[in-house]
């Protein structure tokens, strides 16, 4: 899998939107980008995923560059519960048959979202 | 729909024991990944198991075992505990086939003394 670069910090004003970006240069063709974050002692929670397309959930958006080298995630109006570190992570298809389900996590994004 | 369920939640082991964690994924998930996280390590893969198969490992000695069971429900188990196996250990699971993203468990919080 593809590896990712992401800035280990950030800060967000309460009610802003929280843009976090991440670096994906060598992601090939069949490979999807993922954002999970994780609030302290808890297990990392799926936010959102795409392959080339802006994607949006009741979550987060999701913006991919043309390239693909690179995408943000937005979360549009960031609260003192978003607060946490987000993992940017690209993945390939997994069949039945062969490969599996193995992600990579990096160090990720502290957000820190300030009243 | 219930979550990944993850028992226990906490855990206090003495080295030398073993240990077994257990996993319910999601109704319909049949793909049960492992993962264990640290604070100088983050979160690294253990093992996959599908349709009661490992079928991917990473780089932990073979203290570190699992299982699958044919309803999906998996377990892991490490035996000789060591002081560095105090780690939070997280299960996922996730649909086959697919891109479907893994859902995580809030996992089992082991403490070795």
């Known amino acids: 899998d593809a590896k990712t670069t992401q800035p280990p910090s950030m800060d967000c004003a309460e009610g802003r939107a929280a843009n976090l970006p991440c670096n994906h240069s060598t992601i090939s063709g069949n490979e999807y980008v993922y954002w999970y974050r994780q609030i302290h002692s808890q297990g990392p929670q799926y936010i959102i995923h795409?392959?080339?397309n802006n994607e949006t959930n009741e979550m987060a958006s999701l913006i991919i560059t043309e390239d693909r080298k690179s995408s943000t995630l937005i979360l549009p109006h960031a609260t003192l519960r978003d607060t946490a570190v987000y993992y940017c992570i690209v993945r390939g298809r997994a069949y039945s048959g062969a490969g599996s389900y193995q992600l990579t996590f990096g160090k990720g994004t502290k957000l820190s979202v300030i009243p | 729909k219930a979550g990944v369920t993850q028992t226990p939640r906490y855990l206090i082991k003495t080295r030398g024991q073993q240990v077994t964690l257990s996993c319910s994924p999601i109704s319909g998930h049949r793909s049960v990944s492992w993962y264990q996280q640290t604070p100088g390590q983050g979160l690294q893969f253990l093992f996959e198991?599908?349709?009661?198969?490992?079928?991917n490992k990473g780089n932990f000695p073979g203290r570190f075992s699992g299982r699958q069971f044919s309803n999906s429900r998996s377990e892991m188990n490490v035996s000789t505990l060591e002081l560095g196996d105090s780690a939070l250990y997280l299960c996922a699971s996730s649909f086959v086939d697919s891109y479907s993203p893994l859902h995580f468990g809030n996992g089992t919080r082991l403490t070795v003394t």
């Open positions: 198991y599908f349709s009661e198969t490992q079928r």
């Open positions: 795409g392959l080339k």
